[in-house]
C-alpha cells in the first residue's frame, strides 16, 4: 500500500457497503431473471401439454413460490375465451384464486389479546390518583 494509496489521518476510511448493496441488487435481479425464465419455459409446457394437469400443477407451485401468481393468471386470463383451452383455463384460475386466498389466510394477523385485569385495574388506580391529586392541589389553593 503506497502512502498515497492510504486515507489521510482523521479521514473515515471508504465504506464497502454501497458495494454489496449492488451486489445484493444484482443477485436480486439475477433470481428474479431466473424465475422469469422458469415461468416461461413451464408455461410452454403447459401449452404443449394442455391436457395434462402435472404441468399446470408445477407452474402453479413456482407462481406461489416466486410471488408471481397475478403474472400466471393473466397468461390464463388471456385464453378463457378459447374454444379449445377455456375450460382448463377456467380451472386453473380458480385454482390461482384458492391459492391466493390461501396464501392471504396463513398471513392473517392473529386476534389481539385481552389485557390483564391487574394491568387494567393498575391503570384505573393511576387516573384516580392524578384526579385525586389534582381535585386536591386545586383545593388547597
Known sequence: M???DAPAEGAPAKEAAPEEAEAESAD???ADDLAEDALELLWKRALDAWDDPKPHAALLELALQTERLPDLAGRYRALVDDAEKGAMAKKRIDAILGAATQMLM?????????NPPWLVGLALLGFVMAV?????????R
Do not use: C, I, Q, V
Not at 106 to 114: I, R, V, Y
Not at 132 to 140: E, N
Open 2 to 4: 503506497n502512502a498515497e
Open 132 to 140: 385525586g391529586y389534582l381535585f386536591y392541589a386545586l383545593a388547597r
Open 28 to 30: 436480486a435481479a439475477d
Open 106 to 114: 396463513s398471513m392473517k394477523t392473529p386476534k389481539p389479546t385481552k
